[in-house]
């Protein structure tokens, strides 16, 4: 079975896991107040040419989504983010459980568009009734989004610049960070740093047992950040594990190799859906690709090969996506191609 | 100024107002636990006939709307509303506070479609991530709506059905229940009662000075309510003057008398103005009344009637709602009628 | 039966049920933006020496305190308060349940010790771990206190310097504040005001049907309070009720005479139960009263008397509460006298 | 230097990161559903005689715990634990995030008395305004406490039962539960699961990277629990990495063997201290030792051994904690002798 389910089947890339090993005995202290979390503070810090950025390190997407919002949203402060957010339909609801509302805006291929934003944001206070709704107090965007697109830089900074105006931070969801920069012909992780205000590089689908990284570039956010961690049940014993994790995908440009890999592969597997006849119902540069196929073939492929559907099976044709990772391989998407073939025979 | 803002702009009806003066200087122990909130829901459940309903005051709207659903609700559950809902726009996120999210079904005019929420739950549990997605935990609708619409009987039914199937109540928020009751051809209090596991009746709205009542149908729902209550700060030390106004207000009929008045004028008041060549852009039939009005004809009249905005103001006409209510009188119709009058020559 | 459970039995002050009476027919826009609520705030003010004070109305005490520390806190902040404190006892968890905790220290009578909390303190971030503790936010003491007792104004003073010096505020609960400043040799309400952050002036047992009055002295504390009490689900629609009220006890010094009526009336109590032989538990200068009684003796004044006990019955003897307030009339003072005496013989 | 700081010092038990390393490049389904999880659930039922029980993993302690009792309590329901309970002291009011308040009874050495939890418990529901307080709804205990204590087999059963009279679930929190297991003359891990509703088995200061085992023995308790996990952001999406190590631990009885590794050392340690002159200040028979050492002692060794005060450096003595874990050996117990011998010449 070949798998593109997602990109988070396997364990962590041979170097990350080396990492992990090494260091296996050496005693530190705990709740990554290590020289090996220092470390890789260090290195984020340069490769986002930010020296005075607070970086934070957390398990998982969900927990690091719903303590960075609720850090950085007031009491009961909503946040604004697109119909198809993470936040807004895959997280169980983690976000509201803090408390904030999710105020969305129509989905573009999972892009926020600034203008709606911008219109929200002038209509929200030119009603006089706006102390009695849902005051905005973040913006929520991923980059690349849950459907694998990408915002240009100058998308970026029109959101950044519309949030600000506001006074209000802008939070970009980087789970899938590396997939998104290596796609993307202008945004780089200084820029990407210089056009919000908080945002973090996934670990989890990029090559780690497990981790994200919490980049803090406004100084005037997350506040306080470490005890409503703890609260949040966000920090860990060991946080070593994340430090070291973090150093070694900082270390010789791994976490950018792992983004092109997992791209490069994703846009071959696209080449070859396409020369078969198939047409991709979103146009994702990422390491996710979403493609109708008729029933028929999906059942016919799927003993050699796996993969999820996105949304119901359909009647006659379903949506499906196809992801690629770290983890794959080019036996993998020749696999694929050979599987897809023989299906349609 | 004959003012058309609200339906609360006023005190309490006088016959009301007598009940609270009346019992000034009798003394009750606190918190609704006293002869009068007993007398009131007695008279609430006979009116319902509900012999064996519980019955909780409570102040305001939405204080009511986000403590009854926190009690309905599992922890993290959400309430499924039209986009339009009270609860959705205008309670400053009072229910996401409490932890929950509100999940939304498109408004039609205010009303929830019974086959949308039969499709939204299908697919909900189709899809095997909804473990990972916000459980849907009760169906909140208005009744009248936002927008004056009210339900027929077979809508509530059908949606009561719906929800039962799923095993999650229905709630029904009735804010200005008279006036829905008052302008519906077959839904009575009673019939109301047995088509929904949870309601309140409105008291702000409809010549209290203030307060709701809360009508548990459903035995399975709101155990424990008292407690929640009184966490949510919603628990009135002299509980009595909520008594004392509902059991006015469910003595002798007045409590419908009050919604026919208001439905009444409100009736009148919209003849004037399609006489006049208006039109209303919802088809309402209770004591909110939405038209579309030149700006021009807007500015000439409002230094003598008041009435609201029904969004922002457009650039040629605008959108903007009258209210009638029990403190309405025939004479502030006919006032208007002479305004718009002069204000069209 | 002569009545002394509690000061909030009947239901407005004369006075007060009057002004509420008079304003009834007029309109005004809802939610305390009103003429009445202008003027109560301007009184208010006045009698503070505050000009610059905001001022907001709540309706009861659970939720006056809630809604204030939830103001007050930061997101996981925890508010110091004496093991007695009301928040911490009698309040169902309202605070707990927006996600702070009530953080103990010993009560004196009542009381917090300054050197207490500056011993807590102190420790508190002596210890390298705090952040993974409940950082305190706020200290909230009450005037007077649960047990009836005052404080002095040196010890106000010290208690706010205390939390000044680790730049957390003092709020005082103030749900009995009249009776507190009639009992005190030194405290007036400019006095108070200067020396805390923000306190309530109680409406619900100094004369008004409810009503609590919340004065944020410090500019800092309580940005966009309003949309945080309207998601506590704390603001009344009808606010100019509120403001009738208040305005109407700080006409002609009606607050002040309330509190002394009541003080004046406990100390008479007190005085007949003392002798004839019973010794309070609690010296309180104010208007609850906390005396040990043999059982025998309350079994046999209790068909003439209701009062309540202060915890559980004893085996032989039990603690009491006496309460008066503005209801309490001379004569149900003498009528107590004549039914101990008669129930001693 | 040889460190007895606390026992998550370094990675993880050789077996179990072996383990780990052994399935790096297997591919498996996410979040938990997966065939290591599976099998680790299976050993855990088998281990506790619990064929039945719900087995939930997670990574932290203090995640654990808080997502736990927010599963077991009532909406606002509170949790009663000792004073010096972790989750009252060390968790940054996680607890109180979710809403629930600490009710504290003393601590005996760690340790809940069940006669004082049974006195609480009347004397709560005999105070007629019980509905106006935190209502219990669950009991925490830890197993080894906080002070390395551990119940016996009957305390256990006292607390469970009293706990049964009134409905509520007890939680024992067991982040050291193999040095409990390991130093109870009488409490096995299937009497442990007779004896309570819900436990953890810790892993994290048991050998693991990371992890903590929530066995569910009361079928009626934490039902939607995974729902609740998600949105409380403690789902791993490779949750595979929990129970390849909790099938590890749960292999070839390793678990225990190093719950016994850990105490045999610790006893080591205690002689060697009680030999020098030194008392404990608590009688532990775990892997946490606690000590009275003169300042001057402590820095004279403290440049060759770590350990951490216990609460704030005294004048000239201070209470210290000395921890073993499976990463101690019996040369760093004799380089602690060495350098102790040298310290006190």
Same mark, same amino acid.
């Given at each position: 079975?070949?798998?593109?389910?997602?990109?988070?089947?396997?364990?962590?890339?041979?170097?990350?896991?080396?990492?992990?090993? #090494? $260091?296996?005995?050496?005693?530190?202290?705990?709740?990554?107040?290590?020289?090996?979390?220092?470390?890789?503070?260090?290195?984020?810090?340069?490769?986002?040419?930010?020296?005075?950025?607070?970086?934070?390190?957390?398990?998982?997407?969900?927990?690091?989504?719903?303590?960075?919002?609720?850090?950085? =949203?007031?009491?009961?402060?909503?946040?604004?983010?697109?119909?198809?957010?993470?936040?807004?339909?895959?997280?169980?609801?983690?976000?509201?459980?803090?408390?904030?509302?999710?105020?969305?805006?129509?989905?573009?291929?999972?892009?926020?568009?600034?203008?709606? %934003?911008?219109?929200?944001?002038?209509?929200?206070?030119?009603?006089?009734?706006?102390?009695?709704?849902? @005051?905005?107090?973040?913006?929520?965007?991923?980059?690349? &989004?849950?459907?694998? &697109?990408?915002?240009? %830089?100058?998308?970026?900074?029109?959101?950044?610049?519309?949030?600000?105006?506001?006074?209000?931070?802008? *939070?970009?969801?980087?789970?899938?960070?590396?997939?998104?920069?290596?796609?993307?012909?202008?945004?780089? %992780?200084?820029?990407?740093?210089?056009?919000?205000?908080?945002?973090?590089?996934?670990? &989890?689908?990029?090559?780690?047992? *497990?981790?994200?990284?919490?980049?803090? @570039?406004?100084?005037?956010?997350?506040?306080?950040?470490?005890?409503?961690?703890?609260?949040?049940?966000?920090?860990?014993?060991?946080?070593? =594990? /994340?430090?070291?994790?973090?150093?070694?995908? *900082?270390?010789?440009? /791994?976490?950018?190799?792992?983004?092109?890999?997992?791209?490069?592969?994703?846009?071959?597997?696209?080449?070859?859906?396409?020369?078969?006849? *198939?047409?991709?119902?979103?146009?994702?540069?990422?390491?996710?690709?979403?493609?109708?196929?008729?029933?028929?073939?999906?059942?016919?492929? !799927? !003993?050699?090969?796996?993969?999820?559907?996105?949304?119901? #099976?359909?009647?006659?044709? !379903?949506? @499906?996506?196809?992801?690629?990772?770290?983890?794959?391989?080019?036996?993998?998407?020749?696999?694929?191609?050979? $599987?897809? &073939?023989?299906?349609? %025979?």
């Amino acid at each position: 079975m070949v798998r593109f389910d997602c990109d988070y089947m396997a364990g962590a890339h041979p170097k990350v896991l080396d990492a992990i090993v #090494r $260091i296996n005995n050496v005693q530190t202290p705990g709740y990554a107040h290590d020289s090996f979390c220092d470390e890789a503070r260090k290195l984020i810090r340069e490769s986002c040419g930010t020296p005075d950025a607070g970086v934070f390190f957390m398990v998982g997407g969900t927990q690091t989504n719903a303590t960075v919002l609720d850090g950085l =949203l007031p009491r009961i402060g909503g946040v604004i983010a697109v119909e198809s957010g993470h936040i807004n339909v895959h997280e169980a609801g983690a976000v509201e459980f803090c408390g904030h509302k999710v105020i969305t805006l129509p989905s573009h291929q999972g892009k926020m568009c600034a203008g709606e %934003l911008r219109d929200y944001l002038y209509d929200f206070y030119a009603d006089e009734t706006w102390p009695f709704m849902t @005051v905005p107090g973040a913006v929520y965007i991923s980059f690349p &989004t849950e459907n694998g &697109t990408i915002y240009s %830089l100058q998308e970026l900074k029109d959101l950044h610049e519309i949030a600000g105006e506001y006074n209000i931070p802008l *939070f970009v969801d980087g789970a899938r960070l590396g997939y998104g920069l290596a796609a993307s012909p202008d945004v780089t %992780l200084p820029l990407l740093a210089q056009n919000c205000d908080v945002f973090y590089i996934g670990g &989890t689908k990029m090559g780690a047992l *497990f981790g994200e990284a919490v980049v803090c @570039v406004n100084p005037a956010c997350l506040k306080g950040f470490e005890n409503l961690m703890k609260a949040h049940g966000a920090v860990l014993a060991k946080g070593r =594990l /994340l430090g070291v994790q973090f150093a070694q995908l *900082f270390t010789d440009n /791994l976490y950018m190799e792992i983004g092109r890999h997992g791209v490069e592969l994703a846009m071959e597997l696209r080449r070859i859906l396409e020369a078969k006849g *198939f047409r991709p119902f979103i146009d994702s540069p990422t390491n996710q690709q979403f493609f109708v196929l008729p029933n028929e073939v999906i059942d016919r492929i !799927s !003993s050699g090969i796996s993969f999820e559907y996105w949304g119901l #099976r359909g009647e006659k044709e !379903s949506k @499906v996506r196809f992801v690629t990772s770290w983890e794959t391989t080019p036996e993998d998407i020749r696999a694929l191609e050979t $599987i897809l &073939t023989n299906g349609l %025979l």
